[in-house]
Structure formats: structure tokens, C-alpha cells
């Protein structure tokens, strides 16, 4: 009796496996998907081009930017903070650092037995909408002075300043832009997961990020729309 269910249930479930039609609307719609990226992504790395060579200057006066995008956790952004271009924290790796690419075997037909669930990835698919995504908020670090460690407990302050811009995703475009300058806060946590005689790294890294998310925080009070 178990041997003859067995049977059943694998028969069942090859009743529904992908035919060509649903194997032809993945394919088209994976491509599509991949084409609207494609063309947004060539937006963005137009606009990295403009700010490289100075368009869009860092305002200090002006309304309010109100297209900031909105984290449920804290202000996030992508950090150029390297003078080198070509550097992985450069301006020509910014494009690859937004836009990785994604692991092909997600999308991958062989990933799908089941029409319903590759129907349902077609769907995810037709529906992706890069002009839907959260705004971009875009750092450039024009003076750093790293925070130093002292000692177990205490630490000398750094300061960071430099400018910041807003790309929106649905106008293809810098829509906003601004200064910043911070401070390491007075009091820094740090979580050590290495032993006392292999932290330095871990406090250096504390120190900084502590530092980087104070400048974050002032891009986004900061930030000011750019005229139309």
C-alpha cells in the first residue's frame, strides 16, 4: 500500500511540472527584468559620472529634502570615501557596490518543478520595478581624521566632514543635496567576539563606525532639494 502511494503521489506532482509556455513567459520576463535594470543602472552610473566632475554642488541653504528614503532601523547610505576612482570605495565601484548583480541560480529554470511556483516567480518579476526602490543617499568623504585608541577604556576623538547627494530612483536623477560635518560620540560600545590579545581592530572598527553613522545622521538633517 505504500509502495502503490508512493507512485501516486510522485505521478501527482509531474501532473504539474512546467510546459513550454511557462518555460517561455520565465524566460521573457527574466529578460525584461533584466533590461529595465539594465537601462537603470545606466542612469545611475550617468549621474556618478556628473558628480565626479562637480555637477551638483553641496547646498547649505534651501527647502528641505523630502525624498530622504525611510529605514525602519537607522539612516543608511554609500560611502565614497576614497580619492582613487578605481578603488573598491571609489566613485567607478560605486555602480557595482548598488547594483550587484543577483545569483543566477535563483533564477535559474532548473530551480522550478512546479508550474504554479515558477508562475509566481514570473509574476515577481513582471512586477519588479527599480523606480519603486528607496531613494539612494550617496557620501563623499572630503576630510577624515580617524578617532585613535588610548587604551582599554578611552579613546581620542575623530571628525569627518565632506558632502552628501539623494538619487532618486523613480527620476533617474540627484534630487537633493548637502553638507556634513561629525564627530566620534563621546561614549562608544563596542562588542568584542576575539580574545583581549586580538581587539585592536575590533575597537578601531567600533570607533569608526561610530564616527561614520554621526556623519549619516548629519547628511540626512542636512540635506537640502536641488532646484528642479
Known amino acids: 500500500m505504500s509502495r502503490f502511494s508512493t507512485l501516486l503521489l510522485v505521478m501527482a506532482s509531474g501532473c504539474n511540472a512546467p510546459n513550454q509556455t511557462h518555460k517561455d513567459a520565465f524566460t521573457a520576463a527574466k529578460r525584461q527584468a533584466a533590461e529595465r535594470g539594465k537601462a537603470h543602472r545606466a542612469a545611475f552610473e550617468a549621474s556618478v559620472e556628473d ?45 557595482n557596490r ?9 533564477d535559474s529554470l532548473s530551480h522550478y518543478d512546479d508550474a504554479d511556483e515558477l508562475m509566481r516567480r514570473v509574476k515577481q518579476l513582471n512586477e519588479r520595478d527599480p523606480t519603486k526602490a528607496p531613494n539612494l543617499v550617496i557620501l563623499y568623504v572630503d576630510s577624515l581624521e580617524r578617532p585613535k585608541v588610548v587604551d582599554d577604556k578611552t579613546f581620542l576623538g575623530g571628525r569627518e566632514s565632506g558632502r552628501a547627494w539623494v ?18 560620540p563621546e561614549e562608544v560600545r563596542a562588542t568584542y567576539l576575539l580574545d583581549s590579545r586580538h581587539r585592536g581592530a575590533e575597537r578601531d572598527s567600533a570607533l569608526m563606525l561610530a564616527l561614520r553613522r554621526n556623519s549619516i545622521e548629519q547628511a540626512y538633517a542636512n540635506m537640502k532639494r536641488l532646484s528642479p
Request: charged residues 25%; glycine residues 6%; hydrophobic residues 40%.
Open 51 to 95: 558628480l565626479r566632475h562637480g555637477k551638483w554642488a553641496a547646498l547649505e541653504d534651501g527647502e528641505p529634502c523630502l525624498e530622504l528614503p525611510v529605514s525602519a532601523r537607522e539612516p543608511e547610505a554609500w560611502v565614497v570615501d576614497s580619492p582613487m576612482d578605481t578603488s573598491a570605495a571609489g566613485w567607478l565601484e560605486l555602480p
Open 167 to 184: 538619487w532618486s530612483q523613480s527620476a533617474k536623477t540627484v534630487v537633493c543635496s548637502g553638507r556634513y560635518a561629525s564627530t566620534t
Open 98 to 106: 548598488v547594483f550587484e548583480l543577483p545569483l543566477e541560480g535563483r
